[in-house]
C-alpha cells in the first residue's frame, strides 16, 4: 500500500496543491504562511497541499541538465513517503526562486535519492546549497540510499527567496519548505512527520519496550534556571538516555582525563535544556599540550533500535552516533551528551594542565573546567598479536566513478579509513579478487583490472604499515552460477554438487592469482572461497570438495566456521585458518588449529581469544 501521510496543512497557506508548475504572475499572489515545495515527477505522489514542482517549473533559474526521478520503497529496510520519494537531480548550478512576504524566513531543504538509485553505483553527490548568507554542504554516496540530508536555514526575504544549488559532481532537492515565526509550531510538526521513519500504521506494529530509569530529579539551582540548561558528567562507558536525570554530584563539573602522549582520549558532559534553546554552540581552545585543532567536537544522536537484529515489535530509544556538531538548538528536557576527542600530541611533556570548555546558550554561557594529566609512559602494540577487520574498501569504485569528484571521493573515502583502522590498532584488513568464470579461451578476463586494484590497496596497506598475510576472497559463485546456472543464497543454503570442471577451475583461478601475486612480490594470500558455510551436511560436503581444489594449488585456506563443531571435521584437512565466533560460556576451549593469520606466517603466539580471531572479515560471498 502506497503511504500518503494524512496531514491536513489546515494552518497553513501554502500554493496551489497539484499543479505542475505556475506562472510567475500567478504565484506573485502569495498568502501569509508556509510554503511547501515537493520537487519530483509530473506524476509521482504529492504531498497533500504541497506544490509540485517538476523539471520544467517556472521557478528554476534554467533547465538544461535537470533531470526527474521517482524511487518509491515500502519497507525492507524503509518506506519512503510522498515528499522523500522522488527528486530533482542536476549536474550544473541551478537557482529555485519562489515568491515570498517580506521579513525573516525558515527555509528548511531537504535532499535524498528516494529509496534506491537505478544509476552508476560510484556516484557520489557532492554539492553545496545556498539559502541567504549561508552554505550547507551536502555530500552523500549510492550506498547512503536511505539517507535523507537536511538542513534548515534562517533568511530574509525582499520579496522572494533564493535556493542555490552548486555542485562539485551532482545535486538532488526532494522538497523544500519555508516558513515565518508566527507558522513556527505547525511547520516543525509537518517536518517531524516528514522525517518519520514509516507511515503510521506501520508504526503502530511497534511499541517502545520498558525504559532504563531516569533517576530521581535534581534541585535546579536559580542560577541554572536563569540560563536555562544542567550541565553535568557521568562516565562516557555509561549510557545517557535523553530521560537521565543527573545525581546532585554530577551537575556542574570539573571534567578529568589522562592519557599518554600520542594517545586519543574522550571527554564528554552533558546539557539537559530546561527550555528550548534555539542556537548553542561549544567554545574549545588549547588545552596544555593539546592544540584546538586536535580536539574532534561530536554531538550523540539518539536513534530507535530494535532489541537485535532480528526482533520485531519492540524498540529502544538509545545513544548511537556520533555526529559532527558546529551548534544548533536543543529541544527541551533531552539530554544533549557532547562528546569530544582529544589526540595528545607525541611530544606532550608529562604533567598536569588545566584548561576549559564553554558552552553557550542563546546568549547564557557556561565554562566548565578540564584537567588533563600526560602520563610519563608510552603504550605500546602487542607484537604478538594483530588485529583486522572485515573490510569492502571504497576505492574500488573509484574505476567506475562516472566524473571526477566522486572519483576523488572514493579514494578519500579509502585514505581515511585506512587511516582511522590505524588510529585504533587494526594493522590488517581482508581483500577480494574479483575474476568471473573461465571465458571460452581459457582467461579469466577480469583479473586484469582487479589485479590493478589489488596493486594500489597492497601500496596502500604497506604504506599505512599494515602487516600480512591478507585474507583474499574469490569469485568462486561465479564459477559455480558458470556450471550450475544458478546461484546461491545465504550461507549456501540449497547448494548442489557440480561437476568436476567446476573444481578443477577453482584450482585454475587460485594458480592464475598466486602467479601474479609472485611474479608482482606480493605478501600472501590465504584464500576465503566462500563466507559462513552453514552445518548442513549437503553444504559441508560441498565446501569439503572446494578446499581442496584450492589447497591443490599450494596455498592456505581460510573459513569462518567453528572447528569444534562435529559437522565441520570434514573440513579439518584442508583449512588452515578457522575465524570463529564461540561467546556460548560452555562453549569448548579453543583448540591448536585456533590459529591467528599473524601468528601462522611469523611463529609468534597463537591468538586463541574467544571472540573471533584476529583473522579480518571479507565481503560475504554467499
Known sequence: MKWQAPFALAVLSVLAAGAPGLAQAERSAVAPGALVFDMGTTDSLLWPGAQR??????????????????????????????????????????????????????????????????????????????VGGETWRCQFAEPDAYRFPRHTFSATSRGELVVTLTPRSAWTVSGVIAWQSNDDTAARKLIAQIEEWAPPEE?????????????????????????????????????????????????????RIFASPGEYEPLTFTVQPLRPLRQTSIGVTALGPVPATAIDVRKVRYMKARRNYSATGFYRIVPDVLDRWTGGPLTAGENATFWLTLRVPDDARPGLYRGRLRFSADGKAADIPVLLRVMDIRLQEDPHHTYGIYYDDPFARAAQAPDEASRQYWIRKSELEHADMVAHGTRNITLDCESGAQSANGEFERLAASFDRLQAQLDRARRFGFQPPYM???????????????????????????????????????????????????????????????SDPAVVAFMTRVFAAVKAAGVRTYTTASPERPSYQPFQPYVDVWCTQTFRPSATPPSPTWLSVRAASTGATPTTSRGRTTTPRSRARA
Open 472 to 534: 583474499l576472497s574469490i569469485s568462486t559463485e561465479a564459477i559455480y552460477e558458470k556450471y550450475m546456472k544458478s546461484g546461491l543464497a545465504n550461507h549456501l543454503a540449497g547448494v548442489q554438487m557440480p561437476p568436476d570442471p567446476f573444481f578443477a577451475e577453482v584450482t585454475a583461478l587460485v594458480r592464475t592469482i598466486e602467479q601474479e601475486r609472485q611474479r608482482r612480490g606480493w605478501p600472501e594470500f590465504i584464500y576465503q572461497p566462500f563466507d559462513e558455510p552453514s
Open 203 to 255: 508504526r503502530a506494529k511497534w511499541k517502545e519496550d520498558v525504559r532504563p530509569p531516569a533517576g530521581p530529579p535534581p534541585a535546579i539551582s536559580a542560577a541554572d534556571r536563569a540560563r536555562g540548561y544542567l550541565i553535568w558528567h557521568r562516565h562516557w562507558a555509561t549510557p545517557i538516555y535523553p530521560w537521565t536525570n543527573p545525581t546532585p554530584e554530577e551537575l556542574n563539573p570539573a571534567l
Open 53 to 130: 514542482v517538476t523539471s520544467a517549473d517556472p521557478g528554476w533559474s534554467a533547465h538544461q541538465g535537470l533531470t526527474e526521478h521517482d524511487a518509491p520503497t515500502q519497507g525492507d529496510p524503509i518506506w519512503t513517503n510522498a515528499l522523500t520519494r522522488d527528486f530533482i537531480m542536476g549536474t550544473v548550478p541551478a537557482t529555485f526562486r519562489f515568491p515570498a512576504a517580506s521579513g525573516q524566513w525558515s527555509v528548511y531543504v531537504i535532499t535524498g535519492i528516494g529509496g534506491h538509485w537505478a544509476g552508476n553505483s560510484a556516484q557520489v553527490w557532492d554539492f553545496d546549497v545556498s
